[in-house]
């Protein structure tokens, strides 16, 4: 009996879905695409990114993470904190999570209902995340933790972006 109720089912939703896949549309294909930074490239931009900070006279971490949060880069100057590991990639994963740069997250986070995003974990709501943008499309981010607030590690994170722009499709 229940082997006939389950193939009953599971023939009901196989002609269902044949049914169904002459109406598909573009958007719901059954595969999609995207694009992320190379390895080389991904570590270029962490490079870049902590050399623009120690030319301030910043010791920082910085990670890079692909559009949907996982690490691809990450390198810590010599005299960077402990907590530049964590916290430059939790800025990071904090930027793709949310599709907005930290340091907007901040204030927009401050009070308010919005006040509960800083509660989701490992998400980390200080200035030093900035988007990666290609042509509008989030492939990455970058997160920077060490300089002596986030307004300075955002902007390290823009210069070393600006640093591997002409080899992004934009």
Same mark, same amino acid.
């Not at 193939?7 to 999609?32: F, I, N």
């Not at 870049?48 to 910085?62: K, P, S």
């Not at 981010?141 to 972006?161: K, L, M, N, T």
């Given at each position: ?17 044949? @049914?169904?896949? !002459?109406?598909?549309?573009?958007? #719901?294909?059954?595969?999609? $695409? ?6 080389? @490239?991904?570590?270029? @931009? ?19 993470? #692909? ?19 964590? =916290? ?8 793709? $999570?949310?599709?907005?740069?930290? @340091?907007?997250?901040?204030?927009? =986070?401050? !009070? ?50 600006? $640093? ?7």
């Amino acid at each position: 009996m229940i082997r006939n109720t389950l193939a009953a089912a599971l023939l009901a939703a196989t002609a269902a879905t044949a @049914l169904g896949a !002459s109406d598909l549309k573009a958007e #719901d294909e059954a595969l999609v $695409s995207f694009e992320v930074l190379t390895p080389e @490239l991904a570590s270029e @931009l962490a490079t870049n990114t902590l050399l623009a900070c120690r030319e301030e006279g910043f010791q920082v971490g910085v990670a890079v993470v #692909d559009r949907f949060g996982v690490l691809q880069a990450f390198v810590r100057d010599r005299f960077a904190g402990p907590h530049t590991p964590d =916290t430059a990639a939790r800025k990071a994963w904090t930027t793709v $999570s949310f599709r907005e740069d930290t @340091l907007t997250l901040v204030e927009a =986070t401050d !009070s308010g209902p919005q006040r509960g995003a800083r509660d989701i974990t490992n998400a980390l709501m200080l200035g030093g995340g900035v988007q990666v943008l290609v042509q509008g499309r989030l492939i990455g981010a970058v997160g920077v933790s060490g300089a002596p607030g986030g307004a300075e590690d955002h902007a390290c994170a823009e210069v070393g972006i600006a $640093s591997i722009e002409d080899r992004l499709p934009f």
